[in-house]
């Protein structure tokens, strides 16, 4: 579907009464993002079907977003239909890395996470996907070898520490996780943060949006450290970092072969090959950090 398609789309929705100032958001290589107004209210519809290569499933996505509002973490849904969510406009900047860096922002985030991984489990309703990092990145694996992928020759290089990983990682607990804490998937509205984009969403380890917020914003080990400190009540020891770099390896596994497998199935406009050049340096920079620790 192209951005003028979709943003007809949008305009289309039966529950509007007078739509208009319809504008294409930037940042989206999974979905298109359309902010439009109604009736004096902002709105934002994003429009993408269901994306099986990425286990990306709209009920779920849905059903992840549903808890988050519920919890007090994301912006309301108005109208959802097959290929279509439409929720409240949220006013605010979203983040980069730069500012996830930035003294002050890990301790906004950390109740964040905190909330989504106890108050967003327990409010979770119908059915819902386990994100397992592993089980993801083997599933990836099939998706590049079926679609004669050029990459073919590293899969099992990459499956062989993933092997690896997953066995450092252990044990977890199980709640419900954004998986996906990308810089620009939160909003500072001022006095608040918000969460956006669900497509990721289900049940996890903490430790994964933990990593992830952290791999995606290059945190120095110092600021992991207290991350983790913050998160859990106290400093980490030995095993729990063991144990949290491990999934930090894992998250930039994932990233990149969900690139690898962008650069063969997206029709989404976006530079993947160089997407998965930078994730698969950085993943093999903090696999031998991790390996020879």
């Not at 519809?45 to 499933?57: A, E, K, L, S």
């Not at 990308?182 to 049940?203: K, Q």
Request: aromatic letters at 8%.
């Amino acid at each position: 579907m192209t951005e003028d398609e979709a943003m007809a789309r949008a305009l289309a929705l039966s529950i509007w009464t007078d739509p208009g100032a319809a504008e294409a958001l930037s940042g989206g290589i999974t979905n298109h993002n359309i902010k439009l107004s109604d009736q004096g209210r902002d709105y934002v519809v994003r429009v993408g079907g269901d994306i099986p290569v990425h286990q990306v499933m709209r009920f779920n996505e849905q059903a992840c977003h549903r808890a988050a509002h519920a919890a007090g973490l994301s912006p309301a849904i108005v109208h959802a239909e097959p290929g279509i969510l439409a929720m409240e406009f949220v006013a605010g900047r979203t983040l980069d890395a730069a500012d996830i860096r930035a003294p002050g922002m890990v301790e906004r985030i950390v109740p964040l996470l905190q909330r989504l991984h106890s108050d967003g489990t327990r409010v979770l309703r119908g059915p819902a996907l386990m994100f397992w990092v592993f089980h993801v990145v083997r599933d990836y694996a099939a998706t590049l070898r079926a679609g004669g992928s050029l990459q073919e020759a590293v899969l099992p290089e990459l499956l062989g520490a993933a092997q690896r990983l997953e066995h450092a990682v252990g044990p977890i607990d199980i709640v419900l996780g954004h998986n996906d804490l990308l810089p620009a998937n939160l909003i500072d509205a001022g006095e608040r943060l918000w969460l956006i984009d669900w497509d990721y969403g289900g049940l996890n380890s903490p430790l994964f949006d933990l990593a992830g917020l952290a791999s995606n914003a290059e945190l120095p080990e110092a600021r992991e450290l207290e991350m983790l400190a913050a998160y859990y009540g106290h400093p980490p020891d030995d095993a729990l970092w063991r144990r949290y770099s491990a999934m930090k390896c894992a998250s930039l596994l994932r990233e990149t072969m969900w690139s690898m497998v962008s650069e063969i199935h997206s029709a989404i406009a976006f530079d993947y090959a160089a997407y998965t050049a930078e994730n698969r340096a950085r993943f093999d920079a903090a696999l031998k950090d991790f390996e020879n620790a």
